[in-house]
């Protein structure tokens, strides 16, 4: 149901060395012992992170699984069992006119929204556009569709035209879980991580507008995903 979608939610602090904030974003659990999917724009060059999940309980304990700057994307891991989930399953992609909910961290009320279009930007790399834009609480938050089924995680509000959001479709997590890694946020070397941009996909961004602005390697990172979205829409609008 939403309801329990709701129940999965987190916040993902991505902090500073003496605590303090740096970017606070949204995560989902996807399995009972503690793997959250956010977005690989909020935790890049973390030297500390934090996970916070629906019921008020807090983990500084925080490993990373898989990290996918193409599709902005991070899987990680908090040491907890029985926790609030939603399932990752392959599944179809939604049609066009069809209604996903947009679940937001905390006690808001879903959003709906409906399906615009959805494009693969490469081998299983599925976005799904949705007529909803996104906010503070709705980027990087579960999309689901009525039954509470999981179907991606919103990334990017693409405005090249009618403002729509991007929700990465949800196999692609599993994809990432087929190689993980095991690594605490502090010892990681992020230097191995920087965003390569592919020549093919360069193109105009003057069309393109992104919600907020973001640290340099976060930027890049949505840039990169928006240009290869900007690409599939030229070919396929």
């Known amino acids: 149901t939403l309801e329990d979608a709701q129940r999965a939610t987190a916040a993902v602090i991505h902090l500073a060395p003496d605590g303090s904030d740096i970017l606070r974003g ?4 996807i399995s009972p012992d503690g793997l959250l999917v956010t977005n690989y724009h909020l935790v890049v060059h973390a ?13 500084d304990q925080v490993l990373l699984k898989a990290l996918d700057p193409a599709g902005d994307l991070a899987v990680l891991k908090i040491p907890t069992f029985n926790a609030p989930h939603l ?3 392959r599944r179809p992609l939604p049609g066009s006119g069809e209604s996903l909910h947009l679940i937001p961290r905390g006690k808001g009320p879903a959003r709906e929204a409906k399906v615009a279009a959805a494009h693969t930007l490469a081998p299983g790399l599925d976005v799904i ?15 689901v569709n009525p039954q509470g089924d ?8 693409y405005q090249a035209g009618p403002q729509a959001a991007a929700v990465i479709a949800a196999a692609r997590v599993l994809d990432l879980l087929d190689k993980p890694l095991n690594w605490p946020v502090d010892q990681m070397d992020w230097r191995s991580w920087s965003i390569v941009e592919d020549p093919a996909l360069r193109g105009p961004l ?24 900007e690409l599939a829409l030229a070919f396929d609008p």
């Open 47 to 59: 030297a500390r992170l934090q996970v916070q999940l629906a019921n008020g309980d807090v983990y």
């Open 150 to 157: 999981l179907v991606g995680i919103t990334t990017l509000t």
């Open 26 to 29: 949204n995560g989902f659990l």
């Open 129 to 143: 556009l949705v007529g909803q834009p996104l906010d503070a609480l709705t980027k990087g938050c579960p999309a």
């Open 206 to 229: 003057e069309k393109l507008g992104l919600r907020r602005r973001l640290p340099d390697p976060a930027l890049r990172a949505e840039k990169s995903l928006a240009r290869r979205l």
């Open 87 to 89: 399932p990752v399953a």
